[in-house]
């Protein structure tokens, strides 16, 4: 059973159009997060939920939208895909938003890449 | 601004003998250190962790060694073994950081048999 799953792993599309990643958790977090996994492989936050609440938005262009229906799935819908939007997109959890307690589980990531 | 820094894109070590994986970091706020380590199209995946009270932790082949004076922390894993091959990352976090860690670029290791 994947502890944090996410769909699809690889994304190739236009310019312009608008997609989705979907997350789901299994293991009962109320915290998830989205990654974004850039050229030079830094990972930098996006966006995090806990219970469903918006608690990080970081500088993200608002092309990006999270949605969180329960506190088990985290979805990303990308408008307008730029080319710099190209990455690695990673969705995390953790219990309680205690990421130094080091509990950040990481699903596999989601290639996405803009022609 | 790269507050947490991992100068070496890569590190080959022979099999058996120590890895020592380093990263320097800015913010003197940082006050946690975890490590991650990634396999190819995988996530991260938690290795071992460290706060500022302490200046070592050990958890079996590995442990993380912290320098607070010289914001300077060090991963060994000793012995190397073909299975440690994979990108490992840093990351820190304030104390009262719930929700952030700011992550170094990564450092490939190659443990050659």
């Known amino acids: 059973d994947t502890a944090v799953s996410q769909t699809p792993k690889y994304l190739v599309t236009q310019m312009g159009n608008d997609k989705s990643i979907k997350c789901e958790q299994n293991?009962?977090?109320?915290?998830m997060y989205w990654y974004k996994q850039d050229s030079k492989k830094f990972l930098k936050i996006m966006f995090s939920?806990?219970?469903?609440?918006?608690?990080i938005n970081e500088t993200v262009p608002n092309r990006f939208s999270p949605k969180s229906p329960d506190k088990a799935h985290l979805n990303l819908h990308i408008n307008s895909l730029e080319l710099g939007d190209s990455a690695v997109y990673f969705c995390?959890?953790?219990?309680?938003?205690?990421?130094?307690?080091?509990?950040?589980?990481f699903g596999e990531g989601s290639r996405l890449t803009v022609l | 601004d790269q507050q947490v820094k991992q100068n070496s894109p890569s590190l080959s070590v022979q099999e058996g003998r120590i890895s020592i994986l380093n990263c320097d970091y800015t913010?003197?706020?940082?006050?946690?250190f975890l490590w991650y380590k990634k396999y190819p199209a995988e996530g991260p995946t938690f290795l071992i962790s460290?706060?500022?009270i302490k200046d070592k932790n050990e958890d079996g082949r590995f442990t993380v060694f912290l320098n607070k004076s010289a914001k300077h922390l060090s991963l060994h894993i000793v012995p190397s073994q073909p299975g440690d091959s994979a990108v490992y990352f840093c990351?820190?976090?304030?104390?009262?950081?719930?929700?952030?860690?700011?992550w170094g670029a990564g450092t490939k290791l190659i443990i050659k048999p």
């Open positions: 995390a959890s953790s219990q309680q938003g205690k990421v130094y307690t080091g509990e950040l589980f």
């Open positions: 913010n003197s706020m940082f006050d946690y």
């Open positions: 293991l009962g977090h109320d915290t």
């Open positions: 460290i706060s500022s």
């Open positions: 939920y806990n219970n469903k609440e918006l608690i």
């Open positions: 990351a820190a976090s304030p104390l009262d950081g719930n929700y952030q860690l700011i």
